[in-house]
């Protein structure tokens, strides 16, 4: 690493307050195949002890490896990192190996985004606290073991001397978190580095750890480093914002006013491309300039009408009992009106993947109907089922699991027009004409989908999912593996697609926000059921289920006064029924 | 875990019956007559052969004669040996065709013999295995892991009657550091024990600490990959502890597994090293046997091997469940 | 000490790695790359080249494997043959057999044949039926794949070596010893094979673009022939390829413990039994086949150890080439 001169004694010397993190052209690269990948280039910031920063941008813009190069923990690895790095006055570059060792988890600790992979399997939460407090400061195994304790009841973790004994894989998500919190505080660190730490998380739960971390950060006047791609947990958690983009800072200032009035193109992008849950579905109209949703008549017979639906799992029960089924949808009765946008909303386990593969018959429903086109769909034989599969298709959330690698992307889209028989010119020329549509070049037919990026494998799964003039189109979470920017893309082509075909789409989403703008209706599920159905705006303006109204007083809003305000009316519900201070999270969704 | 128990006592109890029924029918259905071996190819009259035939129960038809087989496991049974009636207590193996001792005897006389060969060579099969492949993993890309995993290639490469036949000759035979092996019983010489079966132990151990110390070197480095090292690594726990309580924890609970597995298939694993050494174990005894078609021994020998194979499974379970507390036994 | 930090972060990059092979050809020049398995596939390929011509070569050295030669043994001394190293002489390139004085070339070049024969025909059951099974289980209901897992576990911990040994030793001579092991390894080996096939197929079968095909309104069979089964083609192909050396251990294995191949038939197992009692007075018959039974045995595990990273079972892997 570059032994470069104290850059910061100038500073150090005006300002008692010392940056406890200064990051003066740190540069990150890794050897890839061809070359060298450069993660992150010529970044600089500084933390103040107490500040919070958070440092945003979409996957691939070096914020992790940044994040990472605090601690050092690129040593030893294939990085090659340099520039200087500077935590609680000790260069990182220069530090021998038991300097930086004594650092970390003593003075900058770190948490990161899957709680459950981040602790050890083997030993409980507690012995893993317990080991950080003995490696830094000596305690005895009493003393340390108590110091786990008290921390573990410090995070929220119910009956903490008892729960300190429990493995890992032993507690809920989010309260794995709690406990890799209760880690970092172990020591009473200056700064806490956290990795996209609630981005496994359930929108509720979400609310719960960041509420914890702010609090914590009120409490002991730690400073906060929050790593994340999404602006809203950014808005409502920090006080500055670095974007990065492509291993380069692009932006950054107060997070009020990047958010709000961002000068870089590339961020106003970004900002332009974030869901906002206020906006109201009324006010969106597509590229063509049309408001959607006008088409609908409310009163015809639903293209779908579900009655009493229900899927069980069985679950491998004792020798002697059998075990209790997982309801995974558990008597859902809904109709989808022909041309309307229905939008289904949930959170992990709440069934809603299930749902939707239900409606196109890619899973027999346990009990209940499904009525489409005269036909109950839940009792079709499959092979009286065949001749409807063209009107029914499907866009799937993960677009690496969706096309089949081994053939090509023109093939993959050619696939349902071979399986109806038609001649192979009829089929190239609606191959071409339908990659055109949905943006991508008819010459890269010949393709492999390893050659295409996320949201170009999303275009081809769509484009397959229409070739056959679909009536219904069933979207599981169709973007969210995506970037937003991204994300906004493929959710406007949708919109346009869905006119053009005159298709009556059913959108499966966890995400609220993205739900309210493309759904004419929503559906709110929970545990198998549908809580609340109502017009999109109607639902999000006067929610009347309370499992409603808690879901979206969780969502992060990208104005920093408005998750200010949220926060005070969580805070001031969580004072009222602090007896129920458990989670709301379900199992995981059974596939 | 009831559950589980009573499912695998019941997949045990068929695979053994599975094992036994093949192993008469493979005897029963092919020719060749144990009875014309145990009287003699050339010299044996009609008479005499039906006569040998009667005392060995060769005259009554399979099933009976299988029947007679799982009474005698359960419940013992009489034999009549010429004149006198011989009581063989549950678990009855039968007698040998060729010696007339009852199977259960000769079991337990070579049993030892085995134990010994396989303990010690495992001993050493560990010690090497393992090492060289945490060894190997932590300095990943370097000269030590490349030149074992040069080792692991070369020594899964030679089967154990050519290494062991090359120890013979370096160590036995120009070096003559070593005796040419012959088993001493541990408790009349545990030096001689030793030193008459180093060469076996080695022989053995060899193929096997390669398969070892391969597996190891995988599963540390998936270990090392894995999210909680970095955690450790974060949280300012030295290298010594990250790798010796966070790292091998992980890392050697699915090689726990696989050697009981390994040690619950000694017998297979032992009968090329008993017969290239000729140490009187029980690989040996089941060569000597089916070469000689001793019924009895044979089936004997197959149910053990299978009890055996069964019991290494169930305790490779077991032992998964209790190292790694996320596995429940269903 | 330190080790490497896995890290998530790429930059500008939508790979998940490097690209699978998708043609014979990418996984020819990955294959050539790789030094050990070009060591592996030089050697490989000379031993059945060798054994392909075990007739032509004897006849070349002028002797064949089964001709007594008494003249050539001591039998003053028990058998040993006359001459330095095991009698090499210019017209017995390696030597001759002890006691028998046969010549000891001609019976190694033949018995490269049998050796290889066996195991390559031996792997063939294997992955036949492994194959055959494996999607059986993977593709039927619910009940095949029930029973098919049970009866693949019980192969997998059979006793199959001594459960071989009783096998083979009361087979008739009258049935051709080759063929017979080729069965018995294969009727006893193919339990692996199976594993692997059923369990890609179950991952492939959850995956999404099977249930897109589905969607598209493909018929079964299509789904198992378009989206399933070039899938498994090579976890299959690379698992075979470790088959190969195993199969000549197991060979060779059974052989050294008389109940393999028979003489006067040569096989290197054979060779090493007999080696057991000569390794004193004569090592040169001991040194022969052992080197060339483990540097056969080595040359095949590279090229199969080669043939697995080039077919990176990360990314998937080998399938037809691109149209």
């Not at chain 1, 189109?473 to 697609?497: I, K, Y």
């Not at chain 2, 129960?57 to 013992?76: E, K």
């Not at chain 2, 091998?248 to 694993?269: E, F, N, Q, W, Y």
């Not at chain 3, 069979?221 to 976890?235: D, H, K, S, T």
Request: charged share 20%.
């Amino acid at each position: 690493m570059s032994a470069s001169q104290p850059l910061l004694a100038p500073v150090a010397a005006e300002e008692a307050r010392r940056p406890v993190v200064a990051v003066e052209d740190l540069r990150i690269a890794f050897p890839g195949e061809t070359g060298e990948v450069v993660a992150v280039d010529g970044l600089s910031f500084t933390l103040s002890p107490g500040a919070a920063l958070g440092l945003v941008g979409e996957s691939g813009s070096g914020k992790s490896a940044t994040a990472l190069a605090l601690l050092g923990l690129h040593r030893g690895s294939s990085a090659r990192v340099s520039g200087r790095v500077e935590v609680a006055g000790v260069d990182l570059g220069a530090a021998s190996a038991e300097e930086v060792r004594r650092l970390r988890g003593r003075r900058i600790a770190m948490i990161f985004q899957d709680p459950l992979s981040a602790l050890d399997p083997y030993y409980s939460v507690g012995d893993q606290i317990a080991e950080v407090c003995r490696v830094h400061t000596g305690m005895d195994r009493r003393a340390a073991w108590a110091r786990a304790v008290t921390v573990l009841d410090r995070v929220g973790i119910p009956s903490a001397a008892r729960r300190a004994r429990s493995h890992p894989h032993e507690f809920s998500g989010g309260m794995r978190q709690r406990a890799m919190i209760a880690m970092a505080l172990a020591c009473e660190p200056d700064v806490l580095v956290a990795d996209e730490p609630t981005t496994a998380l359930d929108v509720t739960v979400q609310a719960q750890i960041l509420d914890l971390l702010h609090e914590l950060r009120e409490e002991s006047g730690m400073a906060l480093l929050l790593v994340t791609h999404d602006l809203g947990v950014a808005a409502g958690n920090v006080d500055d914002v670095l974007v990065m983009h492509a291993g380069v800072a692009v932006e950054r200032g107060p997070v009020g006013r990047v958010l709000s009035a961002p000068t870089e193109p590339y961020t106003r992008e970004l900002v332009a491309a974030v869901p906002r849950i206020e906006t109201p579905r009324r006010s969106i109209v597509d590229t063509k300039g049309v408001t959607p949703s006008s088409t609908v008549d409310k009163n015809a017979e639903p293209l779908v009408r579900i009655t009493e639906l229900r899927r069980h799992f069985r679950q491998r029960g004792g020798l002697f009992r059998r075990g209790e089924p997982v309801r995974a949808v558990d008597g859902v009765s809904l109709g989808v009106l022909r041309g309307e946008t229905l939008g289904i909303v949930g959170e992990s386990g709440s069934g809603k993947t299930t749902l939707a593969r239900m409606m196109v018959r890619l899973l027999d429903p346990t009990s209940g109907t499904i009525h489409f086109d005269g036909h109950d769909l839940a009792s079709l034989p499959e092979k009286r089922l065949r001749p409807l599969r063209r009107d029914l298709q499907m866009v799937f959330q993960d677009p690496a699991s969706s096309l089949n690698p081994r053939r090509t992307v023109g093939d993959s889209i050619a696939d349902p027009l071979r399986i109806h028989g038609a001649d192979e010119s009829e089929i190239r020329r609606v191959v071409a004409e339908m990659m055109e549509r949905v943006g991508l070049d008819p010459a890269r037919r010949d393709r492999y989908p390893h050659e295409f990026s996320g949201g170009q494998r999303q275009r081809v799964g769509i484009a397959r999912a229409l070739v056959l003039r679909p009536r219904l189109l069933v979207c599981d979470e169709p973007v969210s593996a995506l970037d937003v920017s991204t994300q906004s893309r493929v959710v406007r082509l949708l919109a346009d697609l869905k006119r053009e075909f005159d298709l009556t789409l059913v959108f499966v989403a966890h995400d609220l926000a993205l739900v309210r703008q493309v759904s004419d209706r929503v559906a709110v599920m929970r545990a198998g059921q549908v809580v609340e159905i109502a017009d999109s705006d109607t639902l999000y303006e006067n929610p009347e289920h309370p499992y409603t109204r808690a879901l979206l007083a969780a969502v992060p809003r990208l104005d920093p006064e408005q998750a200010r305000a949220q926060r005070a009316a969580r805070r001031a519900v969580a004072v009222a029924d602090a007896d129920h201070a458990g989670t709301s999270e379900g199992a995981g969704e059974p596939r | 875990m009831l559950s589980y128990l009573v499912r695998r006592v019941v997949g045990a109890v068929v695979v053994l019956f599975v094992l036994s029924v093949a192993v008469f029918a493979i005897f029963y259905l092919l020719p060749g007559d144990p009875a014309q071996l145990v009287c003699g190819v050339k010299t044996c009259s009609a008479d005499r052969l039906a006569l040998v035939r009667q005392k060995l129960g060769l005259d009554q038809p399979v099933a009976m004669q299988y029947w007679q087989f799982v009474t005698g496991l359960v419940v013992g049974r009489d034999v009549s040996a010429g004149p006198t009636v011989l009581h063989c207590p549950a678990p009855c193996l039968g007698f040998s065709f060729q010696t007339d001792e009852p199977v259960l005897a000769l079991i337990t006389d070579r049993l030892p013999v085995s134990l010994s060969l396989t303990l010690g060579a495992m001993v050493l099969w560990l010690t090497i295995g393992v090492g060289g492949g945490v060894l190997s993993a932590l300095r990943r890309g370097r000269f030590v892991d490349r030149a074992t995993t040069a080792l692991v290639l070369g020594g899964m490469s030679v089967p154990v009657f050519v290494s062991g036949l090359l120890l013979l000759m370096v160590f036995c035979v120009w070096l003559r550091w070593l005796p040419f092996p012959s088993y001493v019983p541990l408790g009349s010489d545990p030096a001689a024990w030793a030193a008459n079966l180093v060469l076996p132990w080695f022989a053995l151990a060899l193929v096997q600490a390669a398969t070892y110390a391969r597996l190891t070197r995988t599963s540390m480095l998936e270990t090392l990959a894995e999210d909680h090292i970095r955690t450790a690594r974060a949280y300012g726990l030295r290298e010594s502890r990250v790798v010796g309580r966070h790292a091998l924890r992980g890392a050697l609970t699915p090689l726990a597994t696989m050697l009981a597995i390994d040690v619950g298939a000694v017998l297979t694993s032992a009968a090329l090293t008993e017969t290239l050494f000729g140490l009187p174990g029980l690989g040996q005894l089941l060569v000597q046997s089916v070469n000689t078609l001793d019924l009895p021994v044979v089936v004997g020998l197959m149910l053990l091997a299978g009890f055996a194979i069964v019991i290494g499974n169930v305790v490779a379970d077991l032992l998964y469940a209790v190292l790694d507390r996320r596995v429940s036994l269903t | 000490m330190s080790v490497p930090v896995e890290t998530t972060t790429r930059a500008g990059t939508t790979e998940d790695g490097p690209p699978p092979a998708r043609s014979a050809r990418v996984v020819w020049r990955r294959l050539l790359a790789d030094r050990p398995a070009v060591f592996g596939l030089a050697f490989a390929g000379l031993a059945v080249l060798v054994a392909l011509t075990a007739p032509l070569l004897s006849a070349l050295e002028g002797q064949d494997p089964v001709t007594f030669h008494p003249e050539l043994v001591d039998s003053a001394r028990g058998g040993v043959p006359l001459g330095s190293f095991g009698g090499v002489s210019a017209e017995h390139w390696l030597g001759v057999e002890p006691q028998t004085g046969r010549d000891l070339f001609a019976r190694t070049v033949h018995g490269a044949q049998i050796s290889l024969a066996v195991a390559v025909g031996a792997a063939v059951v294997q992955v036949g039926l492994g194959v055959a099974l494996g999607l059986a289980a993977g593709l039927g209901g619910r009940w095949l794949d029930h029973l098919l897992g049970r009866v693949i576990d019980l192969v997998i911990a059979f006793p199959s070596l001594i459960f071989s040994v009783a096998l083979l030793a009361v087979v008739p001579d009258s049935f051709p010893r080759p063929l017979l092991l080729m069965l018995i390894l294969g009727l006893f080996g193919w339990g692996g094979t199976a594993r692997i096939v059923r369990a890609q197929v179950l991952s492939l079968r959850s995956r999404d673009h099977v249930a897109a095909a589905r969607l598209a309104g493909a018929r079964p069979a299509r789904v198992a022939f378009r989206e399933i089964l070039p899938g498994v083609v090579a976890p299959v192909l690379s698992y075979a390829a470790i088959l190969l050396p195993s199969n000549m251990i197991a060979e060779a294995g059974l052989s050294f413990l008389g109940v393999g191949v028979r003489p006067p038939t040569p096989s290197w197992g054979q060779m090493l039994s007999k080696a057991t009692t000569w390794f004193r007075g004569d090592p040169v018959y001991v040194l022969v086949p052992a080197i060339l039974l483990f540097l056969t045995v080595l040359s095949f595990s590279l090229l199969a150890d080669g043939l697995r990273t080039a077919l990176d079972p990360r990314a998937g892997g080998l399938a037809r080439r691109a149209e």
